[in-house]
């Protein structure tokens, strides 16, 4: 009898443990839930703690009260210069009314999908609005110029929009069209912009012949500042050679008629000073013409010889 009495304690005891486990709850500050009972919901909790439900009627659903990720996939799509691109994009949403989120989306995985359709719905959108160019750049701004060539190093197109706005423009859309799912898109950013393969090949062509007419006109440049370098250098050489030529001139000029004055001056001194000076040329002048091995015939008469006759034996 007394083990009987036991066995309905412990069974009593099992059944209130299930019954506290399967009523109560506690809901972590990170999370928002909403109560369905027989597929209706019943109660929205937005605050964490303890709370309490019907067991085995109550149903708790729960759902992510943080900022919450989704990543596009990358797609093709069109802009309005007729340029076909893959564009990767990604966005961060949350989940600001649960009840309305549970009965229009029920779970993330419903949300993640609906919000495929409409952020790449309003991307394509606006892409189709806008030229590449705007998708590309998120300013303007001035044309960087070569101080020494006079040469644009690049061209840019004024835009109007740019990536910002446009991406502004899509958040805005995207948000307007989520409003009642329960849900709010927080931010949207354009990741990556690239051409297709069919295009990427001419795109990167012209890019080449571009980069290879900028650097024919660097070399012709070069080449005409160099012509121009090399004309000034030989022009300024003959300048200072025909100067220092001038100069020497000059110079040997004075020397000579310094020379000769001193001459003329020696000479008409006196006769014993005309003949010593008539003497000396006489013997620079025998110098000059003759050595060992020349052989010179003179006449008996002559000036040139007077100086060897008056020493020969």
């Known amino acids: 009898m007394k ?59 729960t759902f992510d009260k ?96 740019g990536r910002g706005l446009i991406g502004n423009e899509i958040l805005k859309a995207a948000t307007a069209r989520t409003a009642d799912l329960g849900i709010s898109i927080l ?13 990427q090949n001419t795109v990167f062509e012209r890019m080449i012949t571009e980069r290879k007419r900028i650097a024919d006109q660097y070399r012709s440049e070069g080449q005409g500042e160099a012509s121009r370098i090399s004309g000034e250098k030989e022009r300024e050489l003959r300048r200072i050679q025909s100067e220092a030529l001038r100069t020497a001139n000059e110079i040997m000029g004075k020397a000579d008629a310094e020379a000769a004055s001193i001459y003329s001056n020696a000479y008409n001194r006196s006769p014993e000073s005309r003949e010593f000076y008539t003497f000396m040329k006489t013997m620079e002048a025998y110098q000059s013409v003759m050595d060992s091995n020349t052989s010179v015939i003179l006449s008996t008469e002559s000036d040139f010889y007077k100086y060897l006759k008056s020493v020969a034996p």
């Not at 605050?47 to 085995?56: A, I, M, S, T, Y």
């Not at 309005?80 to 961060?92: E, G, L, M, N, Q």
């Not at 409409?118 to 701004?141: P, Q």
């Open 187 to 199: 931010d949207f950013r354009i990741k990556r912009i690239n051409y297709v393969k069919e295009v």
């Open 3 to 61: 083990n009987l009495k036991l066995l309905w304690i412990a069974l009593a005891l099992l059944l209130i443990v299930i019954l506290a486990s399967t009523s109560l709850f506690i809901l972590d500050e990170t999370q928002q839930a909403i109560i369905t009972r027989f597929g209706k919901p019943i109660r929205t909790l937005v605050e964490p703690g303890l709370h309490v439900k019907v067991p085995f009627l109550d149903i708790l659903h």
């Open 66 to 161: 943080r900022f919450l990720e989704w990543r596009g996939e990358s797609n093709q799509v069109t802009t309005k210069d007729k340029r076909y691109i893959w564009v990767d994009t990604y966005a961060r949403w949350q989940i600001v009314d649960p009840l309305l989120f549970y009965m229009r989306l029920y779970d993330e995985r419903g949300a993640l999908s609906r919000i495929d359709d409409i952020i790449d719905g309003e991307t394509r959108t606006a892409f189709a609005r806008h030229n590449l160019i705007e998708h590309v750049r998120t300013s303007n701004r001035e044309p960087q110029r070569d101080p020494i060539l006079d040469l644009d190093t690049d061209s840019l197109e004024t835009i109007l929009y």
